[in-house]
Structure formats: C-alpha cells, structure tokens
T-cell receptor
Framework: GAVVSQHPSRVICKSGTSVKIECRSL??????MFWYRQFPKQSLMLMATSNEGSKATYEQGVEKDKFLINHASLTLSTLTVTSAHPEDSSFYICSALGTGDGYTFGSGTRLTVV | RKEVEQDPGPFNVPEGATVAFNCTYSNSASQSFFWYRQDCRKEPKLLMSVYSSGNEDGRFTAQLNRASQYISLLIRDSKLSDSATYLCVVRITGNQFYFGTGTSLTVIP
C-alpha cells in the first residue's frame, strides 16, 4: 500500500530557530499533501494544503510566513517552522491521498521548542 | 455548526462488549467517508472506508446513513487492543475534507 515517510520523528530545538520537516511519498506520486498539527488530547487540525509546483493553501489562522511549505516534486513536501516558539510545540503530521481509499499519513513529528 | 461532529467520549467498556460510535456531518454533498484509528502519540491509520451499503471487516462494521447524515462504527467483542481514539473523516469534494474530534475508547479487562 501507499507509504508516506516523515522525518524527523522527534526534534527538540531552541526558541528562535527553524525546523524543517520532510514528507515523502515512497511508492506513489502525491500531487497534493496535507499538513496537520495536533495538540495533546485534541483532534488533527489542517494547517495547509501543499500542491506540487504551486503555492500552498493555508487554513485561516495559520501564518504562511511562519510555516513555510515547499512541494518541489511529486514525492516530497517540506514544512519549515521558522523562528519557533514554545507554543509551536506540537505533533505535526502530513498526509497524502494514496492509490486506494483514504489518506495515508506520515508517522508524525513531535516538535518541542525549549 | 461544525462540518463533522463526533462524541469525544471517553467510552470505557469491558472486554467482550459491543460499542458503537456515531459521527454526523453537515454537508449533504459529502462524497466519501472513513474511520481512522489513532493510538496515543501516533499517526492516524485508516481503519475502514464507509460505503453506502455498509461494510464489515471482522469485528468492525461501518454504516452510512445519508438521509440522516451520519456514519457509524460498531465494534463487537471488544479487545484490549481496540483501545484508541477513533476519528471519522468526511470528504466533501476533491481535497476538501474534515476530521471529527475523535472518540476515545478504553477497553477494560
């Protein structure tokens, strides 16, 4: 089945630094990938929709200059959290529509900003 | 009104029990429906799609009621390993879809 590989799985960074998270579709081409954030005991919240070769579409309330999304190829999308602050600490997950039903999720990245 | 509403629970049931979750959606143009399972601190994984005619996979049965705009998930003979959060996902069109907030299930020995 469709596999989405997400790295890193866990990252701790200092406040003010930037962190890049990668999501790769391993055995299919993902023209569209989705980026979510999940705070403890809350549901997934869609942050943005990433389209290959074009600008990402951000959900209301998500700062596009803070969360930079690049989808340069059909198999890779990246999310860069710029100038991270402790309140950005969260679980970030990507997903893509695979070859079958439903969406395939990456394994998630737990970001802790100290 | 939220696009997708789901009872967050928690549902605490004994092993062997039957438990059912419902999820309502507001957009009658919704096209596809899914149930995902999410374990603590892990990514959601597709449990099953929900088809108009209803579908079953072992102890799990999913149903869709378009008239009343809800989907359901029934788990029979609950196992300890069924403890997780169950998310319903509704796809409107194309890439437009919505997640429920998830229903927490704990199966007790």
């Amino acid at each position: 089945g469709a596999v989405v590989s997400q790295h890193p799985s866990r990252v701790i960074c200092k406040s003010g630094t930037s962190v890049k998270i990668e999501c790769r579709s391993l055995d299919f081409q993902a023209t569209t990938m989705f980026w979510y954030r999940q705070f403890p005991k809350q549901s997934l919240m869609l942050m943005a929709t990433s389209n290959e070769g074009s600008k990402a579409t951000y959900e209301q309330g998500v700062e596009k200059d803070k969360f930079l999304i690049n989808h340069a190829s059909l198999t890779l999308s990246t999310l860069t959290v710029t100038s991270a602050h402790p309140e950005d600490s969260s679980f970030y997950i990507c997903s893509a529509l695979g070859t079958g039903d439903g969406y395939t999720f990456g394994s998630g990245t737990r970001l802790t900003v100290v | 009104r939220k696009e997708v509403e789901q009872d967050p629970g928690p549902f605490n049931v004994p092993e062997g029990a039957t438990v059912a979750f419902n999820c309502t959606y507001s957009n009658s143009a919704s096209q596809s429906f899914f149930w995902y399972r999410q374990d603590c601190r892990k990514e959601p994984k597709l449990l099953m799609s929900v088809y108009s005619s209803g579908n079953e996979d072992g102890r799990f049965t999913a149903q869709l009621n378009r008239a009343s705009q809800y989907i359901s998930l029934l788990i029979r003979d609950s196992k300890l390993s069924d403890s997780a959060t169950y998310l319903c996902v509704v796809r409107i069109t194309g890439n437009q879809f919505y997640f429920g907030t998830g229903t927490s299930l704990t199966v007790i020995p």
